[in-house]
């Protein structure tokens, strides 16, 4: 059954604590991508990858870090710099000559107190 | 359509009626124009998409039009059912990667 996945599903950190969230494809995508929603928002991306330990900055990439050692994970690690870090972050990812096409993944709900 | 602001623009529809939402875009080097369906709680999932080159594709029960002169996207929903009550989402994509509008709430009255 292939599809991506995201863990945990709720996520609670108190301020000033860096939060690694997990994102793994079973798709054989190439490219992967996070993004960020916020209450009545749309989509906003922060990183994307187009490759293997390859990737680049979206709209919003300040405070966060990725790293895409493997084909399958794209591991996004929120750091204490991100000044509003609570939110619904999600996970994509899409064949790399179709990148309109993209597939999400369930979404980690990050709350930071 | 688009919006700028907190609230989400929202189009009640009864069951069975056609609906239409609308997206205005800015990007006129846009290759691709996207439509998506996000759920309560879950990820956006793909609808459909059209090409800059076309104005008008079908799928099913789903039709998008763009008037790439306006500027213009509007997803058209035939016999609207409670399934489909969601967050839908425009996008464009060129050089970059998606670009998505804020999106439309639909909520389908019984």
């Known amino acids: 059954d292939g599809g991506i996945t995201q863990s945990p599903k709720y996520l609670f950190r108190k301020e000033g604590q860096n939060v690694t969230l997990s994102c793994e494809q079973n798709?054989?995508?190439?490219?992967m991508y996070w993004y960020r929603q916020d209450p009545g928002q749309g989509l906003r991306l922060i990183y994307y990858?187009?490759?293997?330990?390859?990737?680049q900055k979206g709209d919003i990439a300040e405070g966060y870090s990725v790293s895409r050692e493997k084909k399958e994970s794209f591991p996004l690690t929120v750091t204490s710099a991100q000044k509003n870090p609570t939110a619904f972050y999600l996970c994509?990812?899409?064949?790399?000559?179709?990148?309109?096409?993209?597939?999400f993944g369930p979404g980690t709900r990050l709350t930071v107190t | 359509g688009e919006s700028v602001g907190l609230h989400l623009p929202t189009l009640s529809v009864q069951e069975g009626d056609n609906s239409i939402i609308n997206c205005a875009y800015s990007?006129?080097?846009?290759?691709?124009f996207i439509w998506y369906k996000q759920e309560s709680g879950k990820g956006p999932q793909f609808i459909i998409d059209?090409?800059?080159?076309?104005d008008k594709r079908q799928g099913q029960r789903v039709t998008v039009l763009l008037n790439k002169t306006v500027k213009h996207l509007s997803l058209q929903i035939a016999a609207t059912q409670p399934g489909d009550s969601a967050v839908y989402f425009c996008?464009?994509?060129?050089?970059?990667?998606?670009?998505f509008g804020k999106g439309t709430r639909l909520s389908v009255i019984a």
């Open positions: 990007n006129s080097a846009s290759d691709y």
């Open positions: 990858s187009q490759i293997v330990n390859d990737f």
């Open positions: 996008a464009n994509s060129g050089n970059t990667p998606l670009v």
């Open positions: 798709l054989n995508h190439d490219a």
């Open positions: 994509a990812s899409s064949i790399q000559g179709k990148r309109y096409e993209q597939y």
């Open positions: 059209i090409r800059s080159n076309m």
